[in-house]
């Protein structure tokens, strides 16, 4: 049986966004993504973002997963109670899909719904096996301590592109389309000094990059991996040695001094 990657995104367009090089790289290596939809944005735009969403789970050949009601993450909503449902729920999902590892924004992503749903998925990685993997991007705010680089090239981030494409309402909001390829070139550079540590060569000659922390439950800890390129990762339980579950389980900034607003779609005049 193939093995399985699960990404838990809190709205449509996150898996396109998040790590998709990194996606479409294990895809092209014989595994199963299996994209797992959190939320259908405000309650008016349930409909086309489903159907975005869906038309870009079939350009990406990932297996679509929608949670059944969405979460409402609205900042105004009860996000504890989304926290809870993603906590409860993601354990059945991961199971019933076999996967072997979970991506998902982290729980410091500054977006409130990121955050939320990121905690929700740290405290479901707690009930699941220690041998999963748990992988956390960084959209909205910045990881402190990646520790996995995925090096890659013009084609994949098209592919990538295509993918993001499918969302074209959220597009026409904002278009994410400089900031996906953007990043990308971003993490290529200050990546490999940020995953290999500070004074390292570029760790690939290619001109884009994902950045992900990978992180185990060993002994109840959250125990990060070593810094590693994708395709040469540890697999012993040795090999997580840096404790990060300080960072994980401390109070995120927004948790200490309140979200920023939220904006909801205005009505046509």
Not at 145 to 157: E, F, I, M, R, T
Not at 201 to 227: I, K
Request: charged share 20%.
């Amino acid at each position: 049986m193939a093995p399985t990657i699960l990404h838990v995104a809190p709205h449509p367009d996150d898996e396109a966004v998040g790590c998709p090089g990194a996606l479409l790289h294990l895809l092209d290596r014989g595994w199963t993504v299996v994209s797992v939809i959190a939320s259908l944005g405000f309650s008016g735009q349930w409909e086309r973002r489903r159907t975005e969403a869906e038309a870009a789970a079939d350009r990406a050949a990932f297996v679509p997963v929608f949670l059944d009601p969405p979460l409402n993450l609205d900042l105004d909503g009860d996000l504890a109670l989304a926290t809870r449902r993603v906590a409860t729920e993601l354990p059945g999902i991961v199971e019933e899909h076999g996967a072997s590892i979970v991506v998902s924004p982290s729980p410091h992503d500054v977006h409130h719904a990121h955050e939320a749903v990121g905690r929700g998925v740290q405290r479901a990685v707690a009930a699941l096996p220690p041998t999963l993997r748990w992988w956390m991007w960084g959209v909205w705010g910045d990881l402190p301590a990646p520790n996995v680089y995925y090096g890659y090239d013009a084609a994949v981030l098209e592919r990538a592109l295509h993918i993001l494409d499918a969302y074209a309402g959220e597009l026409e909001r904002n278009d994410y389309r400089p900031f996906l390829s953007g990043r990308a070139a971003a993490n290529a550079v200050m990546g490999s000094e940020r995953v290999f540590g500070f004074g390292s060569p570029a760790a690939s000659a290619h001109p884009y990059a994902d950045l992900v922390t990978e992180v185990r439950l060993v002994d109840g800890r959250f125990m990060a991996s070593e810094p590693h390129h994708l395709d040469h990762g540890p697999e012993p339980a040795a090999s997580y040695r840096l404790d990060l579950t300080p960072w994980l389980d401390s109070p995120t900034v927004h948790e200490l001094v309140g979200h920023i607003r939220e904006v909801r779609d205005e009505p046509a005049p």
